[in-house]
């Protein structure tokens, strides 16, 4: 199974902050990985897939890259409403998907 | 409106069963990639089964078995019959579709479309 390993699994951060979260795949998932957010009591909703291109409708302070294995996701400019929780996800084994154990992002 | 709207959820005896329901509408589930996706109380999200627009089904192994996706295309809505459950089954239920795209191959992208989810209880 494809492991991926998000850091950190908890960020503390304020309003107008540049944040970045990294999942790491345990081997090569060329670019199918997709990011969520979720709030506490709702349905995950995605952010970004295929690694850096932005879902319609979501905040352009929002971004993706790739780098080898290693991915990120940025905030770049905290809004009240991004507090949440992240995870990635991996396609690329598909179905057998997987998820990475979340990054909670709280007010500092 | 484009949605999904899951019902089913509830409380179960271990060893019982249950059989959630999500209903489509705004498009046709017949034509589409539908997950199903849990999360324990408190913790991340697992994905534990799919039906293919062709009517494949595939399920996490975790499940050994025990769990069955099916959907009904003149009701536009996807059913997945659990049985034999045990605690370790308590969560709440997601279903999604998946963001498909056709080309040479098929790319899956991403579960762009996500219900309310249903949580299930296995307690005695």
């Known amino acids: 199974d494809i492991q991926l390993t998000q850091s950190p699994s908890f960020l503390s951060a304020s309003v107008g902050d540049r944040v970045t979260i990294t999942c790491r795949a345990s081997?090569?998932?060329?670019?199918?990985l997709a990011w969520y957010q979720q709030k506490p009591g709702k349905a995950p909703k995605v952010l970004i897939y295929a690694a850096s291109t932005l879902q319609s409708g979501v905040p352009s302070r929002f971004s993706g890259s790739r780098s080898g294995t290693e991915f990120t996701l940025t905030i770049s400019s905290l809004q009240p409403e991004d507090f949440a929780t992240y995870y990635c996800?991996?396609?690329?084994?598909?179905?057998?998907?997987?998820f990475g154990q979340g990054t909670r992002l709280e007010i500092k | 409106e484009v949605q999904l709207v899951e019902s089913g959820g509830g409380l179960v005896q271990p060893g019982g069963s249950l059989r959630l329901s999500c209903a489509a509408s705004?498009?046709?589930?017949?034509?589409?990639?539908i997950t199903w996706v849990r999360q324990a109380p408190g913790k991340g999200l697992e994905w534990v089964s799919v039906?293919?627009?062709?009517?494949?089904?595939y399920y996490a192994d975790s499940l050994k078995g025990r769990f069955t996706i099916s959907r009904d295309n003149s009701r536009n809505t996807l059913y997945f019959q659990m049985n034999s459950l045990r605690g370790e089954d308590t969560a709440v239920y997601y279903c999604?579709?998946?963001?498909?795209?056709?080309?040479?191959?098929?790319?899956?992208?991403?579960?762009?479309?996500w219900g309310q989810g249903t949580m299930v209880t296995v307690s005695s």
């Open positions: 039906i293919y627009s062709d009517g494949r089904t």
């Open positions: 996800q991996q396609l690329s084994s598909y179905p057998l998907i997987t």
């Open positions: 705004g498009f046709n589930v017949s034509d589409n990639y």
């Open positions: 081997q090569g998932i060329s670019s199918y």
């Open positions: 999604a579709r998946e963001r498909v795209v056709y080309g040479d191959y098929v790319r899956h992208d991403a579960f762009d479309i």
